[in-house]
């Protein structure tokens, strides 16, 4: 029930069902999406997984065969990218990082030629119109065996501080950027950084729509949860 009660998380089940913005469930989804938030057992689960591993939620929801991972993770960075389109300069998603000449940069950090980020948007946290800001978008499992043992909050500084690790540095230093990784769970919390990019966003789109805060900020919410649900339920 803790993950239920992050911001955000419940969304889906206090919105009004508006078909026109995709706020609507069918009955069997809102079946699986009961069974998903109170950790009951769906019906009518197969008995195992394609990868041979017994089947079950947590499995489900932390199995990389399928593509089903990439879906969920590719889901949210879209919904970002195109309200950042609305309400920033030049937006680009995946773009690649600027290539090494030697630099030298931690050794946790990414330095590899293929190296990209999921979002790049210019002129978000600040009025500098030339200073890319860039986001790398994770979704987690925190039900997940390997988390078992630590607390909710944990994960997402733990998430959060891996990906720090991996893209700060070069970015701050050779692409001269700022780097936030938006860290979500499959339940539908955030992370700090992806919950002050939240407010920021919806700030600029609150702005950019003429409407108030708390309308974008809920509709924002709104959109990220049920992005976050269906992908569990495809799952």
Sequence with gaps: MSLASEKGAS????????????????KSDFRDAIHLRYGWHPPRLPSACVCGKDFGVDHSLSCSHGGYLGLRHNKVRDILGEL??????????????????????????????EAHMDIEATGFWSSDRHQPACFGVRVFHPHARTYQSTSIPSLYRHQEQGKRWEYEARIREVDRGTFTPLVFSSAGGAGAAATAFVKRLSSLMAEKRDIKFSKAITWLRCRLSFALLRSSILC
Excluded: K, Y
């Design 11 to 26: 969304a889906w089940l206090s919105v009004l069902p508006l078909t026109d913005f995709g706020f609507s469930l069918s």
């Design 84 to 113: 950042l389109q609305e309400t920033c300069h030049i937006v680009s998603l995946e773009p690649q990082l600027e290539r090494l000449d030697r630099e030298q940069l931690p050794s946790t950090s990414n330095v590899t030629p």
